[in-house]
């Protein structure tokens, strides 16, 4: 796959998807910073929040081991982009990756008590579910399309390694209706 076409891909991606995430966290902070909650739906709201943990607010106070994790995925995401040889699953993790880097951007530049201790802007709110921020929502989406796209590959293998390995049994008696002998 063309190399330079693959880096392009993913610095396009990267800066689309930070630059949404952080876009729209600075606006949560600005429009919500007097606690104010705008309602979109029943039960969806813009509630601003802020998270040291993982997801849904666990691992509270994790924030630095949770950042050197992001930066080993970020690593193991790189190195699939570059040994990919599909440009849609370039696509796919470079969006994985523009999601981590957003958040790993909040516990970077919003850390108090040392590198990586910034906690995540959070403002999404599903009131029945969680809150949650856009760069989770490309981790998520990424992550869902990636399992799904994977499975779909495999099951295209699997169907073109049964059809191309006919019985010989089926071959043979194929030639000999059309008239021929068999090759034992």
């Not at 666990?58 to 949770?66: E, H």
């Amino acid at each position: 796959m063309n190399h330079r076409l693959t880096l392009v891909t993913t610095l396009v991606i990267l800066a689309v998807t930070v630059t949404l995430d952080q876009g729209t966290k600075i606006w949560a902070e600005s429009a919500l910073e007097d606690g104010d909650v705008v309602e979109i739906l029943p039960t969806l709201e813009f509630d601003l929040s802020y998270n040291s943990g993982f997801s849904f607010s666990t691992g509270s106070g994790f924030g630095p081991y949770i950042g050197v994790l992001v930066l080993g995925l970020i690593g193991f995401l790189v190195w699939q982009i570059v040994v990919s040889e599909s440009m849609a699953r370039v696509w796919i993790l470079a969006t994985i990756m523009g999601g981590a880097i957003g958040n790993l951007v909040d516990r970077l530049f919003r850390a108090d008590d040392g590198l990586l201790s910034g906690e995540v802007i959070d403002f999404i709110d599903v009131t029945w579910y969680a809150v949650f921020n856009v760069a989770d929502m490309f981790v998520v989406c990424g992550a869902v399309t990636f399992a799904g796209y994977e499975l779909v590959l495999h099951r295209r293998a699997e169907h073109a390694a049964a059809n191309a390995t006919e019985p010989i049994g089926a071959f043979e008696s194929d030639l000999a209706e059309a008239g021929g002998e068999p090759l034992s």
